[in-house]
């Protein structure tokens, strides 16, 4: 049972829809937030209407016998905004962002959000990483993610696809199986 039900967490709904043309208006800003106020930015950014992407996942725990779910943020103080330096002031002005970090490269970051928006909508259970580990680089060319890239670790018995978002050092993985994958050079 979930305590809240999933808000919008990215905003409009086709802002990372068209991997290979990115929206040439305006520009990423990683927004770093004041602690646990992720969900808070991200509502009052859907009221102004600034486009931003705020990546979540389910986290299940039991209470009582009951088991309970919540949408937590898979990069927890981050969101991403899209927009100019008007959408930027806009942010500012919520008072729930601690510093905007500048992102350098546009197109590697909006590749990065991208395949973590792809994995997100996939359905699957998802897990974040932190500090990622060098590991493997392979394409899926099987199955529901094909044609993402990323690096493969393991985790227990099973395989898991790890994309990262390079400027944060951290990233997100979701289960796949050793059919799916090919290894890259």
């Known amino acids: 049972m979930p305590l809240l039900p999933l808000e919008p967490f990215v905003s409009p709904d086709d802002l990372l829809g068209d991997p290979a043309h990115p929206s040439t208006e305006g520009r990423w800003w990683v927004l770093h937030t004041r602690p646990r106020a992720e969900k808070r930015l991200a509502r009052e950014l859907l009221s102004q209407r600034c486009s931003f992407f705020l990546p979540l996942h389910t986290r299940m725990w039991r209470s009582r016998g009951s088991t309970l779910s919540s949408h937590m943020p898979l990069f ?3 969101v991403f905004l899209h927009g100019d330096g008007d959408a930027r002031w806009t942010a500012l002005q ?3 962002v601690a510093r905007v970090i500048a992102v350098e ?3 590697q970051l909006h590749d990065d959000l991208v395949r973590v928006h792809r994995l997100m909508v996939s359905g699957r259970p998802l897990t974040p990483e932190e500090r990622l580990e060098p590991g493997s680089p392979v394409e899926i060319i ?3 993610f094909t044609g993402l890239s990323g690096k493969v670790i393991k985790r227990g018995k099973g395989l898991r696809l790890v994309v990262e978002v390079r400027l944060l050092h951290q990233g997100v993985s979701a289960e796949i199986e050793s059919w ?3 290894a890259l050079p």
Do not use: A, L, S
Request: proline share 13%; hydrophobic share 15%.
């Open 76 to 78: 927890p103080g981050y």
């Open 94 to 96: 919520t008072n729930q």
């Open 105 to 107: 490269d546009q197109r």
């Open 142 to 144: 099987r199955g529901p």
């Open 180 to 182: 799916m994958v090919r």
